[in-house]
Every structure is written in structure tokens, then in C-alpha cells.
């Protein structure tokens, strides 16, 4: 099994270390480059929200904010196209 990991420090973590030995012949850490922003879907999954629920748009709070991106995401609770496209999911 291969895991495609960004490389946030936590990934790179001493305790994970033993359990990464043990199961080595089953398990390879695949980092992505440094920034890469363009390799992790969930950017891409976020620069469209942020396109299609925050931009031209004036929030007086923060709770307002929240609310236009949960109505995004409430949009695409069900699989469909959009973000199947973004994660490169056939």
C-alpha cells in the first residue's frame, strides 16, 4: 500500500516511526514536494469554494463567512461530477 502524504510535520512524526518499521513491507509513505499545492485535491476542492462562496462577496463576521462555505459544502454532501473532477476520481 502506497499513502501520498503533504508534508506536514506531524507525517513526519517519532512515534509513528515503530510502526512505520513494522509494517514496512505493506506500507510505503509517498511524499508529496514541499509546496505542492497542485498535487493535493483538497486545494483544489478548496480554491473552488472559496471562488464559489466568498469572492465579491462582503461578510460583516465571521459567522457569515462560515455559513456561504457550509452552504457550499451542504451542496456536495451527495458524490457528483464536480468533485470527482477535483480529486481526479474516475
Given at each position: 500500500?502506497?499513502?501520498?502524504?503533504?508534508?506536514?510535520?506531524?507525517h513526519?512524526?517519532?512515534?509513528?516511526?515503530?510502526?512505520?518499521?513494522?509494517?514496512?513491507?505493506?506500507l510505503?509513505l509517498?511524499?508529496?514536494?514541499?509546496?505542492?499545492?497542485?498535487?493535493?485535491?483538497i486545494?483544489?476542492v478548496?480554491?473552488l469554494t472559496r471562488?464559489?462562496?466568498?469572492h465579491?462577496?462582503?461578510?460583516?463576521?465571521?459567522?457569515?463567512?462560515?455559513?456561504?462555505v457550509?452552504?457550499?459544502f451542504d451542496?456536495w454532501?451527495?458524490?457528483?461530477t464536480?468533485?470527482?473532477?477535483?480529486?481526479?476520481?474516475t
Amino acid at each position: 500500500m502506497i499513502v501520498v502524504l503533504d508534508n506536514a510535520r506531524y507525517h513526519h512524526a517519532l512515534l509513528l516511526a515503530p510502526f512505520l518499521r513494522r509494517h514496512t513491507q505493506h506500507l510505503r509513505l509517498l511524499f508529496l514536494p514541499p509546496y505542492s499545492p497542485q498535487l493535493a485535491p483538497i486545494e483544489r476542492v478548496w480554491k473552488l469554494t472559496r471562488r464559489l462562496a466568498t469572492h465579491n462577496r462582503y461578510f460583516a463576521t465571521l459567522p457569515e463567512v462560515l455559513e456561504a462555505v457550509n452552504a457550499c459544502f451542504d451542496r456536495w454532501r451527495r458524490p457528483n461530477t464536480v468533485l470527482r473532477r477535483l480529486c481526479c476520481i474516475t
